[in-house]
């Protein structure tokens, strides 16, 4: 691609082929491979390369999966080869069912690989897709190199080097513009801004809610809320999101308004379709951090760096926090912002989310005990 000064357009035009289910075409340095995100890997999206790809087929998945998988205690994301009769129906049973003997058993004469700085960042662009963080790939035939440019033309691919892509989550944040407001009345609160800001990678739009801007002195009351499409608009009885949205704003209202960043990192950064299928594997006997790593996720895959590039546009350098959350007030205090007080809430327990409270409390260090 001729686009080498321009690494934000580069990562994002290679999301959005991964998203549409096409393949991309990866230069390591010295081989060319052709990358499937696992959701559009079916045979007949495949077949349409095949002539110009060697046979072997490979599995790329996150040290998350690994380890779930094949108890593999690798602290590198792993591929292995596997065969062509592995249909992509069990490839996805694969990653949205709990791992049981009878994936053991398909996958039992694998040979594990550990992966090189390719396939990382190739993993990380499914993640900014929203998708499933595994990928099939094969290698370009070594015959085809001499006219590598004219076959990408001929088959509609984009070629990206792998160096183009790395440090995603920098770029994604770095490009954050404001990009409309304007002032939105709410109950028990008239004077109320909504900004919209837009990352240009990924096209994600975060919203930052001024709540009575003319009271706002030099500490803001902030809540970073991460979107909740279920707990916030629905208010689903297996999280406390709507409830902490509403108690946010609420004492915002009462104590010299603040701002709430309504952040697009819907089921702790995962999106909305994969936060479905952990809720699926949840309501099988996994706790809410096991659901993720299942899939291949961390335990949380949220960047608060879009939160503190939005901060500094906004100006803000000091704030309350409303947050049992302590990583939100790590990545707050390393991005050089005062934080003056954490302010807890405290959640409606229920027999739907109790388990999901002792999971957070006890996995990831969630300041609220039950």
């Known amino acids: 691609m ?14 959005n082929e991964l998203r549409t289910g096409r393949p991309i075409a990866i230069n390591d340095g010295d081989d060319y491979w052709l990358f499937f995100n696992l959701e559009h890997s079916q045979k007949k999206i495949l077949n349409q390369f095949e002539h110009y790809l060697d046979k072997k087929k490979y599995l790329l998945i996150t040290k998350q999966k690994a380890k779930k998988s094949f108890s593999n205690k690798s602290t590198s994301n792993i591929y292995f080869e596997i065969e062509d009769k592995t249909l992509n129906k069990t490839l996805i049973d694969f990653f949205i069912n709990p791992v ?7 996958f039992k004469d694998i040979v594990i690989h550990k992966s090189r700085e390719f396939h990382d960042v190739c993993l990380d662009l499914s993640k900014n897709a929203k998708m499933i963080p595994s990928l099939v790939f094969k290698k370009i035939s070594k015959k085809n190199y001499k006219n ?4 990408f033309l001929k088959l509609g691919l984009l070629e990206f080097h792998y160096k183009d892509l790395k440090n995603q989550n920098k770029h994604i944040s770095n490009s954050i513009k404001l990009v409309s407001k ?5 109950p028990n609160v008239e004077s109320t801004t909504f900004n919209i800001f837009k990352s240009y990678i990924g096209s994600r739009k975060h919203i930052a809610v001024i ?6 002195k030099k500490t803001t009351n902030l809540r970073i809320h991460s979107a909740c499409f279920t707990g916030d608009i629905f208010h689903s009885e297996k999280c406390d ?7 946010s704003l609420k004492y915002m209202i009462n104590n010299g308004g603040g701002v709430i960043l309504y952040l697009d990192q819907e089921g702790r950064g995962i999106g909305l379709a994969n936060k479905m299928r952990a809720y699926s594997l949840q309501s099988k006997g996994l706790d809410t951090i096991d659901a993720d790593n299942n899939i291949g996720f961390l335990d949380d895959e949220r960047d608060f760096a879009v939160a503190t590039k939005i ?25 050089g912002i005062r934080v003056m007080k954490q302010i807890n809430t405290k959640p409606t327990i229920n027999k739907f989310n109790k388990n999901y409270f002792e999971t957070r409390y006890k996995k990831t260090g969630y300041d609220f005990k039950i």
């Open 2 to 15: 001729n686009l080498k000064s321009n690494f934000g357009i580069i990562i994002d035009r290679a999301i």
């Open 100 to 106: 049981s003997n009878e994936y053991k058993n398909i």
């Open 148 to 151: 590598i440019d004219k076959l």
């Open 182 to 186: 304007a002032n939105v009345p709410l």
């Open 211 to 216: 709540i009575k801007p003319e009271s706002i």
């Open 241 to 247: 999101c709507g409830e902490q949205l509403n108690d």
């Open 311 to 335: 901060l500094s546009l906004l100006k803000i350098k000091q704030v309350n926090v409303i947050t049992n959350n302590f990583s939100k007030m790590a990545s707050l205090k390393k991005a």
